[in-house]
């Protein structure tokens, strides 16, 4: 079970990222993101955000995935305090995505946050 959960964390992290990626490219989904304050594109000094959003989804997929011992094994003891982060990072998701004033962005982003949210919590018990 801790590896399917894993798995669904990566995979979830990888989706969110995809998403951010197009947002630093441009993609006028700005209304399904901070708050839904930039509707269409987000100005260019704003999509540092998702950039950032990007790094943090990377390093808590490989911090995952070292507890996990699909990589960097000589750093799975301190894994375990690092996918505590992942874990806090997500219950920050997720109350982040809970009080948005966009329904939108909380329809679409509460689901999927608290779904990696359980996936972390599965990875970081183990």
Do not use: D
Request: aromatic content about 8%.
């Amino acid at each position: 079970m801790v590896v399917y959960a894993a798995l669904l964390f990566v995979l979830a992290c990888t989706a969110v990222a995809g998403f951010q990626a197009a947002l630093v490219l441009g993609k006028p989904w700005g209304e399904l993101t901070c708050g839904g304050r930039w509707p269409g594109r987000l100005p260019l000094r704003v999509r540092v955000v998702p950039l950032l959003s990007i790094l943090l989804l990377g390093l808590s997929s490989l911090v995952i995935l070292v507890r996990v011992q699909w990589a960097l094994p000589k750093l799975h003891a301190e894994s375990h305090v690092g996918a505590w982060i992942v874990v806090g990072y997500c219950v920050l998701g997720c109350v982040a995505n809970a009080v948005t004033p966009s329904r939108r962005e909380r329809r679409l982003w509460l689901p999927g946050v608290s779904c990696m949210l359980v996936a972390s919590l599965i990875v970081a018990w183990q």
